[in-house]
């Protein structure tokens, strides 16, 4: 980018557009016979061991009762191919409908928890609440993933990142600079 390129003042709710964290995911839940699926846009990566993620699930949305109320969910990472489901279970709601028959998604069995998995998805992270100090004030939800599971190809999956507004930009070229780091940060 140029040095002096000209800015423009620009609106501070829209800096997700710049500061998105990382793929598009979907959630899925169960609490006793309800089970859900949950489009997440924004989550970020909190500590590696233990492995914790820490993200934002409105307190409107029918997946968040589930979630508190089990201390579970499954973090799925879904591909480009799934653009419009991932789309489709974001502006939908549920508990009247069960978003696998409904978008023809396959539940899998998980092994630590009982949330359960989408078996369509690259990547299935299995997940239990572990710091729900910032839910009420942030719907803040920290989650320690206790077991992953992740397809062997491809190694880097076409992923879907939310930039707002109905927009989407898909993980791109990958960038080698291996030799560049030092060798404790390359481990992490
Ligand atoms: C691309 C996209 C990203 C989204 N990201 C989030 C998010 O990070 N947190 C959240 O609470 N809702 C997010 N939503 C909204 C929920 O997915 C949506 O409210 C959904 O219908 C909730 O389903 P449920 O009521 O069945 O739980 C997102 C929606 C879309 C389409």
Not at 3 to 19: C, E, T
Not at 73 to 93: Q, W, Y
Not at 125 to 150: G, I, M, P, T, W
């Amino acid at each position: 980018m140029k040095k002096n390129a000209v800015k423009k003042d620009f609106p501070v709710n829209l800096v997700r557009r710049f500061l998105e964290p990382g793929p598009v995911v979907l959630v899925s839940s169960r609490w006793k016979e309800n089970r859900d699926i949950m489009t997440m846009g924004w989550h970020t990566v909190m500590e590696f061991t233990p492995s914790l993620v820490g993200c934002v699930i409105a307190s409107s949305n029918y997946s968040f009762n589930l979630i508190r109320d089990s201390g579970e969910c499954v973090i799925n990472l879904p591909t480009v191919d799934m653009v419009d489901t991932v789309v489709k279970i974001g502006n939908s709601r549920g508990g009247e409908t069960d978003k696998f028959s409904e978008f023809a998604l396959t539940p899998g069995e998980a092994l630590r928890v009982e949330a359960p998995l989408i078996r369509e998805c690259h990547a299935n992270f299995e997940c239990r609440l572990y710091d729900d100090s910032l839910v009420n004030k942030y719907n803040f939800f920290v989650f320690e993933v206790v077991k992953a599971h992740a397809a062997l190809s491809p190694k880097y999956p076409d992923t879907l990142h939310y930039t707002g507004d109905g927009i989407f930009q898909t993980s791109g070229k990958l960038v080698d600079r291996k030799t560049m780091f030092r060798e404790e940060i390359l481990a992490t």
